[in-house]
């Protein structure tokens, strides 16, 4: 099994420019986690999505990020427009119903100039 | 509002010796915790977990004590080794691992030859 896969590892732009991030997460698995890590607030949850369906969006920062999953092998969250404050390392991660240890992705740095 | 705070950011410890890594929760409703360990530039992977109807959990040289009336849990690793050098996680999440994990900010632990 290839883990959970995130793509790009890197992305570097432009303020106001709109940026995607992409997962795919382990087969099988019906839940999928977006979290933001930055130093001052950690490991933070953005989204998360069970069965493709969002469950709890609350950690979302404003109505500048979204999130979607088409069906249960992709998923992207969308920064339209960054800014630098956005900067930071964003981390996928998936679970099977029922399995409290998530799988994580190697994340995505994102920084915003 | 910190609902799991690690309040060491960094431990420096011999090998061999025991690392000692505390982590304290606000809420009440958690139920289920566990440690992630995390290697620059990767994402954080599982390490060992509890539930709150235990006080310890033991995998190897890596053993999570829990104290519920103290809203306190801790997790040893004896003996400590080289490889161990990571940032390690505390999370917490409630009904039974159901609920979405909340994580602390993490302490850096680095074990010295």
């Known amino acids: 099994d290839a883990g959970v896969i995130q793509s790009p590892r890197h992305e570097v732009t432009e303020m106001g420019q709109e940026v995607t991030l992409r997962c795919k997460p382990i087969s099988g698995h019906n839940s999928l986690f977006w979290y933001r890590q930055t130093m001052m607030r950690g490991l933070e949850l953005l989204i998360y999505?069970?069965?493709?369906?969002?469950?709890?969006d609350s950690g979302m920062p404003e109505d500048r990020f979204s999130a979607k999953m088409p069906n249960a092998s992709f998923s992207t969250l969308k920064i339209q427009p960054s800014e630098p404050r956005d900067s930071a390392v964003y981390f996928c991660?998936?679970?099977?119903?029922?399995?409290?240890?998530?799988?994580f992705g190697s994340g995505t740095r994102l920084t915003v100039v | 509002d910190q609902q799991v705070k690690q309040n060491s950011p960094s431990l420096s410890v011999q090998e061999g010796r025991i690392s000692i890594l505390n982590c304290d929760y606000t809420?009440?409703?958690?139920?289920?915790f566990l440690w992630y360990k995390k290697y620059p530039a990767e994402g954080p992977t599982f390490l060992i977990s509890i539930s709150s109807i235990k006080d310890k959990n033991e995998d190897g040289r890596f053993t999570v004590f829990l104290n519920k009336s103290a809203k306190h849990l801790s997790l040893h690793i004896v003996p400590s080794q080289p490889g161990d050098s990571a940032v390690y996680f505390c999370a917490a999440s409630a009904r039974g691992g159901s609920e979405k994990l909340v994580f602390g900010k993490g302490t850096k632990l680095t074990v010295n030859p």
């Open positions: 991660a998936s679970s099977p119903d029922g399995d409290y240890g998530y799988t």
């Open positions: 999505f069970n069965n493709n369906v969002p469950i709890d």
């Open positions: 809420n009440s409703m958690f139920d289920y």
